[in-house]
């Protein structure tokens, strides 16, 4: 079974906290992805924001995406796995968290991220499936 490690994508930029909503627009458009990592000024990981959360969280609330601070999208605590965690760990922890991105971390350091895309890529087929199957169930 492989690791978080093998299945994540690298090279993950993170938006700062003090940076606002449509500098992490930018950074998802730059680099083709819905979500980013929010990292503060210790490069630790805050959170995660998405292209929903800023539909929705900012411009759904008529706020200004250019004013607004990226570090408020934040969640109240990161989920994350571990880079040398076992795929069916990566698993469990999107489904108990109802989450389609997971930030992987190594000694506290940010190593990359791991969608639903990339699961697909490493894992077998039904097991992408049961994935999917738990995230869409409400």
């Given amino acids: 079974m492989p690791t978080a490690r093998e299945i994540m ?6 938006v700062d906290t003090d940076q606002t909503a449509a500098d992490a627009a930018r ?13 503060g000024p210790d490069n630790k990981l805050k959170g995660v924001v998405t292209d929903r ?5 900012v411009v759904g609330q008529g706020r200004d995406a250019g004013t607004f601070p990226a570090g ?4 109240a ?5 571990g880079a040398d965690d076992s795929a069916d760990e990566v698993l469990a922890t999107m ?9 992987v971390i190594d000694n506290d350091r940010l190593v990359g991220m791991i ?3 990339d699961v697909a ?13 738990a995230l869409s169930a409400e």
């Fill in 77 to 81: 605590e990161a989920v994350t796995i």
């Fill in 9 to 14: 994508t690298s090279g993950v930029e993170c």
């Fill in 27 to 39: 950074l998802m458009a730059r680099h083709r992805v819905g979500a980013v990592p929010i990292c």
């Fill in 53 to 57: 959360d800023i539909a929705v969280k």
């Fill in 121 to 133: 890529r490493a894992l077998p087929q039904d097991a992408t499936g049961e994935l999917v199957a």
């Fill in 115 to 117: 969608s639903i895309a």
């Fill in 72 to 75: 408020n999208l934040n969640q």
């Fill in 95 to 103: 489904t108990r968290h109802q989450v389609r991105r997971l930030p």
